[in-house]
Nanobody, 116 residues
Framework: QWQFVESGGGLVQPGGSLRLSCVAS????????IGWFRQAPGKEREGVSC????????KYADSVKGRFAISRDDANNMVYLQMNSLKPEDTAVYYC?????????WGQGTQVTVSS
């Protein structure tokens, strides 16, 4: 079974930083585009960032551009999301998944709360 496990979330003050990690199990990441998604309370899940398998090119939602950085370590089956200058509106559960996402591959996510 293909599965993602996210970690690294927590409570952080506005302006702070967090680094999220995502490990893939049951398959190797090498051949897949992977993205980070988030879902805030009462809102739909949205794409935050993605990284290609071919040349590791990256894309970001306008709301996080210049603050977040996605990276991958295919040798260890990991994808990361470095989040800087966090804002209260970044509060959400963060998930990783294939791009395009697959309904049967959502993990538990990791909670990020930005609050003073």
């Amino acid at each position: 079974q293909w599965q993602f496990v996210e970690s690294g979330g927590g409570l952080v003050q506005p302006g702070g930083s967090l680094r999220l990690s995502c490990v893939a199990s049951g398959f190797t990441l090498n051949y897949y585009d992977i993205g980070w998604f988030r879902q805030a309370p009462g809102k739909e899940r949205e794409g935050v960032s993605c990284i290609s398998y071919s040349d590791h090119s990256t894309k970001y939602a306008d709301s996080v551009k210049g603050r977040f950085a996605i990276s991958r370590d295919d040798a260890n089956n990991m994808v990361y999301l470095q989040m800087n200058s966090l804002k209260p509106e970044d509060t959400a559960v963060y998930y990783c998944n294939f791009v395009p996402s697959r309904d049967d591959s959502w993990g538990q996510g990791t909670q990020v709360t930005v609050s003073s």
